[in-house]
């Protein structure tokens, strides 16, 4: 699912729409470990990855929001 030329939320997570709250939580952890912009700098990637993944974990750390992106 797209919207608004973004990419979907649990894309962005690696996850499905039937995923738990733990769930969530573990994947953003771990995502966020690897997409850091500490650990990234000497590579010269820029920090879009972790903020895309800080959004969506943000989006999804709301239950009435994430029930919202469930009825797109």
Do not use: N
Not at 1 to 25: N, W
């Amino acid at each position: 699912m797209v919207l608004l030329g973004k990419r979907c939320q649990y894309k962005v997570l690696g996850l499905g729409g039937d995923c738990t709250a733990d769930e969530i939580r573990s994947a953003y952890r771990r995502l966020a470990i690897q997409r850091h912009p500490d650990k990234l700098a000497q590579f010269g990637v820029s920090p879009a990855a972790f903020q895309e993944l800080a959004t969506a974990y943000k989006v999804f750390s709301d239950p009435r929001e994430r029930v919202d992106w469930l009825l797109l």
